[in-house]
């Protein structure tokens, strides 16, 4: 089949990759602008449209598909199908129908849970065991089309939300190339979505990612995790300045520290919550790199019983 593919981020490369050596022809890739990125915010293209100059392939890069020229332009590629990974971009109802085999979406969840941006993040706060990825056509609704496969995917309890989409990303691409090799062979058959188990994933917020210590450890473990590496978990400093946190670890035996309460020695720094506490991994202050939480606490000088966190503001949903 001819294809267009329509991905921007890291997690779409390996999509790309695949369809690359497969049996179909991918004719042009369809991703985000360039985007200015770093300290020197010297512009960037997305690491799809990266690959795609790699192979030689045709890079579509607008800001919206809405313009009738770029709709026209899509049209005279007369594809057969459009798989799509995290392009970041709406595909306006009138495009839907421009590939003869629609808008193919590699979704990273099983589908219809976790409808949405931040599926693999919010399955890791909510704490599930298991999740997957899905292939479904792409409708008028958020995620609402008809699943054509899905694979499933264990949550390991140290997984981070980058952790999980690297495997999801890489199984995933497997499973779109099937889904089009059967497309084309017209032996798959589409499955409406369940009216039942449908969870939403709106993409997280650095309020999302603000860590309340009044929490149990678990539910602070899995929010730290599930915004590791973005957008990144924080709390704040006595002096009201952020503080980043990396993955924690559990310490149920510890019940002496009020929520938020830090204790420091020369080889670890615990911090209390609502139930138990958590061990600190690394940590970022503000202006510096990433260091172990000791390393920090030794140069910080906090005084003892120095507490993290203000625990104002709108709190977020959680699961106990």
């Not at 593919?5 to 990759?17: N, T, Y």
């Not at 800001?63 to 306006?92: H, I, K, N, W």
């Amino acid at each position: 089949m001819r294809l267009l593919f329509a991905g921007s981020p890291a997690a779409a490369v390996p999509s790309l990759e695949a369809l690359l050596a497969s049996r179909h022809e991918v004719v042009a890739v369809l991703t985000r602008p360039d985007a200015r990125v770093g300290r020197g915010r010297t512009r960037q293209p997305s690491p799809v449209a990266a690959l795609a100059r790699e192979h030689g392939l045709d890079v579509l890069t607008p800001r919206t598909l809405r313009d009738p020229e770029v709709a026209a332009q899509l049209r005279d590629l007369r594809v057969d199908a459009a798989p799509v990974v995290a392009y970041g971009v709406l595909v306006p109802a009138d495009l839907l129908t421009v590939p003869t085999h629609g808008w193919v979406n590699l979704h990273f969840s099983v589908l219809p849970a976790w409808r949405g941006a931040a599926p693999v993040q919010r399955a890791l706060m909510a704490g599930d065991e298991v999740t997957g990825a899905s292939t479904f056509v792409i409708e008028e609704g958020l995620d609402t089309g008809p699943v054509l496969g899905t694979l499933t995917e264990t949550i390991r309890p140290t997984d981070t939300s980058g952790d999980l989409l690297g495997r999801l990303s890489v199984a995933g691409a497997e499973l779109l190339v099937r889904t089009l090799d059967a497309l084309e062979d017209g032996t798959l058959q589409s499955v409406p979505q369940p009216h039942d188990g449908v969870s939403h994933a709106p993409k997280l917020t650095p309020e999302d990612a603000r860590v309340r210590w009044t929490h149990p450890a678990h539910v602070v473990d899995r929010r730290i995790r599930g915004c590791t590496p973005a957008p990144g978990a924080w709390t704040t400093l006595p002096d009201g300045q952020r503080l980043g946190l990396g993955p924690v670890r559990v310490v149920a035996d510890v019940t002496d520290l009020r929520p938020g309460e830090l204790r420091a020695d020369k080889r670890e720094v615990l911090v209390g919550t609502g139930v138990g506490a958590v061990r600190l991994g690394d940590v970022t202050a503000p202006g510096k790199r990433a260091v172990p939480a000791a390393d920090w606490a030794r140069g910080a000088r906090l005084a003892p019983g120095t507490v993290l966190g203000d625990d104002t503001g709108t709190d977020v949903e959680v699961e106990a």
